[in-house]
């Protein structure tokens, strides 16, 4: 095993263990019938060639990434409803697991780039051979409208490492505007597709 595979194994550990108890969340509300603020989560270990730029770019020394990089373990939860986001703050703050080291609210502090999402760094205790190890991990909190944004303009920051074209970053901005208003539609709609989720499931019997 090198070093990179020994530092990386308690963060590969948190993360499996923190997408199924976030994803618990989602059974929970389903077994009582409620929709769930939860829609689906997924999760990363950051790569290692993105752990030594980022290192590189903050001057992070590499004895100090455990305290200084939150985001080598990275959660994301996507909901449908932007009011879904705070039952979720709310769930997190609550539980006894993990606690919360800082929260970013990129939704109403949206980004210059467009970006929205509600951010909450976590300390969460891994138990290892070694003994108990503090994870600092990344729950990003996104409605599908903010992830759908969010995805593809990550793809085409590969591309353009952030210097868009004038013409790009006019589309990105439209693109952004064009999320914020689906969410607002959503949410106007949310009793109605409630209901919907209701009558489809009591017709189908599930
Ligand atoms: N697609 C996209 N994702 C973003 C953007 N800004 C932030 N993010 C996501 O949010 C994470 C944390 O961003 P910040 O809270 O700004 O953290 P930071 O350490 O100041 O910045 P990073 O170097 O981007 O991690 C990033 O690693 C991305 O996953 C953005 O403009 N576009
Ligand atoms: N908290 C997270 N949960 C789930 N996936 C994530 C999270 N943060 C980033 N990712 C995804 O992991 C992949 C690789 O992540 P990477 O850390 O290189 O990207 P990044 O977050 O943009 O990094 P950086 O902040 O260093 O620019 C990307 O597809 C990114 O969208």
């Known amino acids: 095993m090198d070093g990179w595979d020994q530092f990386l194994a308690p963060y590969h550990q948190a993360v499996e263990e923190l997408k199924v108890k976030l994803k618990g969340i989602r059974t929970d509300y389903r077994l009582g019938a409620h929709s769930s603020p ?28 455990q305290e200084e990089m939150y985001d080598i373990a990275g959660i994301r ?32 502090n949206t980004k210059e780039s467009g970006y929205r999402s509600y951010h909450i760094i976590i300390k969460y205790p891994v138990n290892t051979i070694h003994g108990v190890v503090d994870i600092l991990a990344e729950i990003q909190i996104r409605t599908l409208a903010m992830n759908f944004w969010a995805t593809i ?15 790009i970053r006019h589309r990105l ?16 709609i949310r009793e109605e597709i409630h209901d919907a989720e209701k009558y489809y499931k009591k017709k189908r019997n599930i």
Do not use: W
């Not at 730029?53 to 990434?65: G, H, M, Q, S, V």
């Not at 303009?153 to 013409?167: A, D, I, R």
């Open 77 to 108: 939860i996507m909901c449908q409803f932007v009011d879904d986001i705070e039952v979720i703050c709310r769930l997190v703050r609550d539980r006894e697991d993990m606690s919360v080291v800082e929260e970013r609210d990129y939704i109403e």
């Open 153 to 167: 303009e990550h793809t085409l920051n590969y591309k353009y490492s952030g210097e868009y074209p004038p013409e």
């Open 38 to 65: 939860v829609e689906f989560v997924t999760a990363r270990v950051k790569p290692i060639q993105s752990i030594i730029e980022k290192a590189n770019t903050r001057n992070i020394p590499y004895d100090e990434l």
């Open 173 to 188: 901005q439209n693109a952004a505007d064009a999320a914020y208003l689906l969410d607002k539609e959503m949410s106007e």
